[in-house]
């Protein structure tokens, strides 16, 4: 009995805990909903416009195209897997005859074995350069490589590859059906979120930033981001550019107004990565305190990834822009 009391007793405890948890967490706005995902089927596919269709279960996004002589699919997340075929079966008899990665994440093409073997597989070069240094047989080589940009006419389609330079990963393209007016790129911008932590692990940081302008640079409506709950429009893509944008100007602005040697009165010099964790983290702190009120009541999990964001932003404002700036201003 007397266990059973104490076992409801930190039962009890852990929800007060958990409850004032989930109270310190900004609510996700409504404009971060998309479309419910019949829990049956565990996926939901839509044809945006003229053939061209997305899928997702709900945190994951694919495109196809139908061409009339085949399906054109855009990656294989292994979270929806054998259901992309499902979804694609469900709209059209027409076999997969071409396959296109958007780049070599597995997260976005782990399970592109499922597709037909005798599809064509198209990448960027970089892509076809990483997929071989790791040899992995769920992502089977692509059959055509690009480097700058490559035109798919299959049927009544045609999808423009473009390359807008290294950013999210080298190799990273952008696919663009202009006659639809539709776009697809991934692990850059998230409709209606913050993207994943760190910039959503940008490893050009510059080249993450060009990208939005690269997006926005093309004519089209609908925007398929890889991630998350929901198609975006050119309005979301302005909004994330916007976001990015005040993140740098707030990094370099925390870059030059933090105090270093105030941090480092408080840590001391001899163990210098406490002084310069201490120091960085106060930075990237500053910059997120700048930023978050403005966008937590717009992009959901703002007050999440902010900070993180800032430090990835932070880090390439010191070493790709050679702003190493700290300040002096307590020892005047
Ligand atoms: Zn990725």
Request: with cysteine.
């Amino acid at each position: 009995m007397k266990r059973l009391t104490a076992f409801v007793f930190i039962f009890a405890l852990l929800m007060l805990v958990s409850v004032a948890a989930a109270q310190e967490v900004a609510p996700v706005p409504d404009t971060a909903f998309g479309p419910p995902i019949d829990p049956e089927k565990g996926y939901f596919v839509e044809e945006i416009n003229d053939g061209v269709y997305w899928i997702t279960e709900g945190t994951y996004q694919v495109m196809f195209a139908v061409t009339g002589e085949g399906v054109i699919v855009v990656d294989a997340p292994p979270t929806i897997g054998d259901l992309v075929l499902a979804a694609i079966a469900e709209v059209t008899d027409e076999p997969i005859t071409h396959v296109i990665y958007s780049h070599s994440h597995g997260d976005h093409i782990g399970a592109a074995f499922l597709y037909p073997e005798d599809a064509t597989i198209i990448a960027h070069e970089d892509t076809a350069e990483q997929l071989a240094r790791f040899g992995d047989e769920n992502r089977p080589m692509p059959d055509m490589t690009f480097d700058d940009q490559m035109t798919l006419e299959v049927g009544d389609k045609t999808l423009e590859l473009i390359y807008p330079g290294p950013n999210h990963e080298p190799g990273n393209i952008i696919v663009y059906a202009p006659d639809q007016g539709v776009v697809m790129f991934v692990d850059v911008i998230f409709p209606g979120w913050s993207p994943f932590q760190q910039l959503a692990l940008a490893e050009d940081v510059p080249g993450y930033i060009a990208a939005h302008d690269a997006v926005l640079d093309l004519d089209w409506d609908t925007f398929i981001g890889g991630h998350l709950t929901r198609l975006g429009t050119r309005e979301d893509v302005e909004l994330q550019r916007q976001y990015i944008l005040d993140i740098q100007a707030a990094a370099a602005d925390a870059l030059a107004t933090t105090d270093f040697f105030a941090i480092a009165g408080e840590t001391g010099f001899e163990n210098q990565w406490l002084l310069f964790n201490t120091y960085l983290g106060a930075v990237a702190q500053n910059c997120a305190a700048a930023v978050v009120p403005n966008y937590v009541d717009v992009l959901a999990a703002a007050d999440l990834n902010t900070e993180s964001h800032c430090w990835a932003m932070m880090e390439s404002l010191r070493i790709d822009f050679n702003n190493l700036f700290v300040t002096i201003t307590s020892e005047e």
